[in-house]
């Protein structure tokens, strides 16, 4: 089983598959073969409804276009026969050849602050450490993923994200233990357990209760 968020490298039947699927001469065409030829990695994304159990739900996100800044997002479903390997989103020191200049302080000492944590990177700044591509902008977020162990570490995590915001333009989600994920934004907003927030997870967007997906991380 996939996670969001996870990178998927696709077989060659599985490039052929999709390209044989889409019609030649769009731009959702070739950005498939571009992909292909590259061997870069498509990412993990919600299931559709519709999908079939042995589907894998996947997203290629071009490059935004340099003139128009248009961004091409493909929603792709393959068998999961065509998945050659997958690994997690990236960790924090495998990003950093791709940074703006002016990240790369702060951004150290991030990384040298959490360094006990796991975050991981996904969005237009992992997308740029994996192909090269120009994927950030001026306006583009450093978007993270934190997987905290128990609910001290919840608290203390989104307190160190939350202490970086002035100098990092910080996002993302945390992944409870039962695979919700709440963007930690709103989670450090609310610091109290009572409400609910809104939480993803492979096949759903539902509200939870903020008190329960805190029980995940208590001991029991």
Avoid at 25 to 37: D, E, H, K, N
Avoid at 54 to 66: I, K, R, S, V
Avoid at 121 to 149: C, K, M, N
């Amino acid at each position: 089983m996939y996670a969001r968020h996870d990178l998927a490298w696709l077989t060659g039947d599985g490039w052929h598959e999709l390209l044989a699927a889409t019609p030649g001469g769009t731009p959702a065409y070739a950005a498939i073969a571009r992909w292909a030829a590259a061997g870069w990695p498509l990412v993990v994304r919600r299931r559709d409804a519709a999908a079939s159990p042995d589907d894998t739900c996947l997203g290629l996100a071009a490059a935004p276009d340099p003139a128009s800044g248009a961004k091409l997002r493909l929603p792709l479903c393959v068998p999961a026969r065509h998945i050659a390997r997958h690994r997690g989103p990236l960790p924090l020191d495998a990003i950093v050849h791709a940074l703006p200049a002016r990240w790369q302080a702060p951004f150290a000492r991030l990384a040298m602050a959490s360094a006990a944590l796991d975050l991981r990177v996904f969005g237009s700044l992992s997308l740029q450490a994996l192909t090269g591509q120009a994927y950030l902008r001026e306006s583009s977020d450093i978007d993270l993923l934190f997987r905290p162990r128990d609910a001290r570490e919840l608290d203390e995590g989104t307190l160190l994200l939350a202490s970086f915001l002035d100098e990092l333009p910080l996002d993302g989600e945390i992944i409870f233990p039962g695979g919700q994920a709440v963007a930690w934004k709103e989670w450090f907003a609310a610091r109290a357990d009572a409400g609910r927030v809104l939480a993803k997870s492979q096949a759903s967007v539902m509200l939870c209760a903020r008190a329960d997906l805190r029980a995940e991380l208590e001991p029991a």
